[in-house]
C-alpha cells in the first residue's frame, strides 16, 4: 500500500531528521517509504549509524536506492526491503523515519505501537503524528 506520494526530502532536512533523532553508533535505523534511500545512506555515513534498513513499495526507487548504497560501498550496513511497510516487521528499530501524509501516518500508527519498543525515537517530516 502506498502510503505517500515520493518527494526527495532535501538533505537540510534529511540531517535535521536525524539529530532530532539523536541518532548514535549503537542504532538501528528503519525508514518507512525510503524512497532513493538518501535518510539511510546519511544515518551511516554521517551519524554512524549501527545498521539502517528502508522500506520501499515502488521497485523504480528500490533499485535507485541499491545502486546508490553500493557507489557508497555500504550494502554490509544498509538494507532495503522491496515491500508494504505495513508487512514488514519493525521491531529491531531504535529510530524510525517518516516522510507520510498525515493519514498514511494514522494507517501505519498501529503497527508503531504494537512493534516498537518502548524509547524508540520517531521523527516525521511535515506531518504531525496525533497523540
Same mark, same amino acid.
Given at each position: 500500500m502506498i502510503l505517500a506520494p515520493?518527494?526527495?526530502?532535501? +538533505?537540510? $532536512?534529511?540531517?535535521?531528521?536525524?539529530?532530532?533523532a539523536r541518532v548514535?553508533?549503537?542504532?538501528?535505523v528503519f525508514d518507512l517509504g525510503s524512497?532513493?534511500?538518501?535518510?539511510?545512506i546519511m544515518a551511516v555515513r554521517e551519524f554512524k549509524a549501527k545498521r539502517a534498513v528502508g522500506i520501499e513499495f515502488r521497485?523504480?526507487?528500490? $533499485?535507485?536506492?541499491?545502486? +546508490?548504497?553500493?557507489r557508497y560501498d555500504l550494502e554490509s550496513k544498509i538494507e532495503i526491503?522491496?515491500?508494504?511497510?505495513?508487512?514488514?516487521n519493525i521491531s529491531e528499530a531504535d529510530v524510525v523515519t517518516l516522510y +507520510?501524509?498525515?493519514?498514511?501516518?494514522?494507517?501505519?500508527r498501529p503497527k508503531l505501537e504494537k512493534? +516498537?519498543?518502548?524509547?524508540?525515537?520517531i521523527v516525521s517530516l511535515s506531518f504531525k503524528i496525533n497523540e
Open positions: 515520493y518527494v526527495p526530502t532535501s +538533505l537540510d $532536512n534529511v540531517r535535521r531528521m536525524l539529530e532530532i548514535r553508533a549503537d542504532d538501528v524512497g532513493d534511500g538518501r535518510i539511510l521497485e523504480d526507487l528500490v $533499485n535507485e536506492a541499491r545502486t +546508490l548504497i553500493r526491503i522491496h515491500g508494504d511497510a505495513l508487512n514488514i +507520510l501524509t498525515s493519514q498514511g501516518i494514522e494507517t501505519l512493534e +516498537l519498543k518502548p524509547g524508540t525515537r
